[in-house]
């Protein structure tokens, strides 16, 4: 599993932990749904602000989408 897939996974079980709907999220965030549909499968790579955006919406600290780790570049720049 790819790092874009693991934060997609974060992603789905944080707002799982919320009961909260994906419109629900992505509205919070100010993201379209298909976007944060695409970042929980892993197949779109969310922007830094936007993983703010729903970091706050879930109550949890960006790093919560990484292990806990601060972001790593290589999610940031695709490296």
């Known amino acids: 599993m ?3 897939e693991q934060v997609g996974e974060q992603l789905a079980l944080q707002r799982a932990r919320l009961g909260i709907s994906l ?3 992505a509205h919070g965030a100010g993201i379209d749904p298909e976007r ?3 970042g929980e499968e ?3 790579r ?3 602000a936007e993983l703010g955006e ?3 919406v879930y109550g949890v600290d960006v790093t919560a ?3 806990g780790r601060t972001t790593p570049l ?3 720049f695709g490296a």
């Open 54 to 56: 729903l970091a706050g």
């Open 74 to 76: 290589s999610y940031l």
């Open 65 to 67: 989408f990484f292990g």
């Open 23 to 25: 419109e629900e999220a």
């Open 2 to 4: 790819d790092i874009i």
């Open 46 to 48: 969310l922007s830094e």
């Open 36 to 38: 944060l549909a695409g």
């Open 42 to 44: 892993g197949s779109v």
